[in-house]
């Protein structure tokens, strides 16, 4: 694996590579981010990662300067991996010479909804870097967690009306044994907190059972989880039944229809914020 630190020696590895697929990331790399590098695999060659911690997408009270930084062991662990072609881990004076004037807004309706609206200025951030890392990288596909919903969405919105050449492929989440998606902040919790946050996964199972089982009123299902997670020490951001397609609050007429829903959850537990969420489909 070649490791380069600067967009033109990533330009010189790329010339002349039509076919190549990309994971971004914010590094502290764990089992989640190295299954999208085997997904990458199947579906180009080479393979291209990216390190990155990108400031323009954390707000001004989050953990942007204690964000874990493992360049090192990250590295090892590619290595290890042997799918990835170039790793490419820029510094910020890289990948912003200059203030970021130009930045990419999603729409409101996207892009101000639940996490957008817990985190303003979190999908502009995102948009901005990940335009900015395919115009470097250009790849063919790239490939996103299912565990960021919304930010898969927005990123696939963004290619779509930029017509940007670059196929967006879903993998889904990646968990431990007990449900807990995986997660980078999942080291900040304490041994206590670790053993309570699967309860969010658990939450999202139940309320999927119980759509399927023909509940349609989304309201109630929504409170009766969040009234559990504060009653268990959570600080419930959003905890809600969404459409799939769009991420609109279903009609109770398309909750009885069977309409593809996602169930989208963010709460803090202690200082640690966890998201998740869990595809509703019927057979």
Known sequence: MKVVHTIEALRDQMRGQ??????????????????????????????????????????????????????????????????VYVLFAPN????????????????????????????????MGVSTVVLKLFSCVQPRVAVFGKKDYQQLMVVRNMCRQFQLPVKIIAHETVRDADGLALSSRNRYLSPEERAEAPRLYALLQQLRQDVLAGASDCVALEQAAI????????????????????????????????????????????????????????A
């Open 18 to 83: 039509l076919r190549a697929s990309f994971v971004p990331t914010m590094g502290n790399l764990h089992e989640g981010h190295l299954s999208l590098m085997r997904m990458a695999r199947q579906h180009g060659d080479p393979v291209v990662a990216s390190i990155f911690v990108n400031r323009l997408q954390f707000g001004p009270n989050e953990d942007f300067d204690s964000y874990p930084r493992t360049l090192q062991d990250d590295i090892e662990k590619l290595e290890r991996e042997r799918d």
């Open 92 to 123: 910020e004076s890289e990948m912003y010479p200059e203030p970021q004037s130009y930045q990419i807004l999603p729409p409101p309706d996207l892009g101000g909804i639940l996490e957008g609206e817990f985190r303003p200025g979190f999908f």
């Open 227 to 282: 009234d559990d997670l504060k009653k268990r020490g959570w600080q419930v951001d959003y905890f809600t039944v969404r459409r799939q397609r769009d991420l609109l609050p279903p009609s109770p007429e398309e909750m009885k229809e069977g309409v593809p829903l996602v169930a989208l959850a963010a709460a803090k537990l202690g200082s640690t914020r966890l998201i998740d969420n869990l595809e509703v489909e019927r």
